[in-house]
């Protein structure tokens, strides 16, 4: 099991969340977030020129899934929240200890994956 992150641009995340659907990846979630991608802005100061590290709004999902799902997962979020402009986001992965369903105590692949309505 991993844990897919993304970051992606608050704009794309409904088109995210429609590529997970077909993708048939249920189970997701997102939160607000403030990142920075590595870039650094000049500014100009009094003092001389400066950097600076601006912040960006972006959204970040959560899907833990098990191991057939990883790469079904991550097209998913690259189909989504991909222009092509620098500033589209990150994608990590990361291995998954245990998951529990708290209603019915299922564990690991059993709980990843939602059941029924
Ligand atoms: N190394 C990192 N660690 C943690 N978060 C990161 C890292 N790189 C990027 N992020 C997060 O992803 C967001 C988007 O990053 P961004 O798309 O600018 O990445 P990038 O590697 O600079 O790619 P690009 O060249 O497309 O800009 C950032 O605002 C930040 O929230
Ligand atoms: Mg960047």
């Known amino acids: ?40 802005d000049q500014v100009e100061t009094y003092r001389g020129t400066t950097v600076k590290m601006g912040l960006a709004d972006k959204v970040r999902f959560e899907i833990a899934v098990s191991d057939p799902f990883v790469e079904p997962t991550i097209q998913a979020l690259r189909e989504g929240a991909q222009t092509g402009e620098v500033g589209d986001g990150k994608i990590f992965v990361v291995s998954l200890e245990q998951v529990v369903r708290i209603r019915t105590g299922e564990t690991d692949n059993a709980a990843v994956t939602p059941v029924g309505p």
């Open 1 to 40: 099991m991993k844990l897919v992150i993304g970051i992606v641009r608050p704009e794309k995340a409904n088109d995210v969340l429609e590529a997970l659907y077909r993708a048939e990846v249920r189970g997701v979630s997102l939160s607000r977030v403030q990142g920075h991608g590595g870039e650094l």
